[in-house]
C-alpha cells in the first residue's frame, strides 16, 4: 500500500486545515487509517484513527474536540479536518495504515511521506 498525505501548509493560530491521504496499491478498505503527527525534537505520536469496518474513531486527548478522522472508501482516501489550531499543532503529519487497530506501540507496516503542518500565534 501507498499513501501520500497532502494538505499542509501554513495557517495562523485558530484557523483550519484539511489533510488528505490517497492510498493506492492495495485493498484500502482493509485497513484502518491513521494520522500521527512528529514535532521537531519529539517523537511520532499517535493523533487520530478511524476503523475500517465500523467507521468507529479514536483520538488522542489533545485534539478532541478540534480534529476529525474520515475515510471515503470509494476514493481510498483519509482525511484529517484540522480547526481551532494552535502553536502546539505544529508538526509534520503522517498518514498510517494497518490490519489491526491501532495501540500504543503497534506496529505500522505503511506510511506515508509528512505533510508539513505550521501554526503561527
Known amino acids: 500500500v501507498q499513501l501520500q498525505a497532502s494538505g499542509g501548509g501554513l495557517v495562523q493560530a485558530g484557523g483550519s486545515l484539511r489533510l488528505s491521504c490517497a492510498a493506492s496499491g492495495g485493498t484500502f478498505s482493509a485497513y484502518n487509517m491513521g494520522w500521527f503527527r512528529q514535532a521537531p525534537g519529539k517523537e511520532r505520536d499517535f493523533v487520530a484513527a478511524?476503523?475500517?469496518?465500523?467507521?468507529?474513531?479514536y483520538y488522542v486527548d489533545s485534539v478532541k474536540g478540534r480534529f476529525t478522522i474520515s475515510r471515503d472508501n470509494a476514493k481510498n482516501t483519509v482525511y484529517l479536518q484540522m480547526s481551532s489550531l494552535n502553536a502546539e499543532d505544529t508538526a509534520v503529519y503522517y498518514c498510517a495504515a494497518r490490519s489491526g487497530i491501532f495501540y500504543r506501540g503497534a506496529p505500522v507496516p505503511y506510511w506515508g511521506k509528512g505533510t508539513q503542518v505550521t501554526v503561527s500565534s
Open positions: 478511524v476503523n475500517w469496518s465500523s467507521g468507529s474513531t
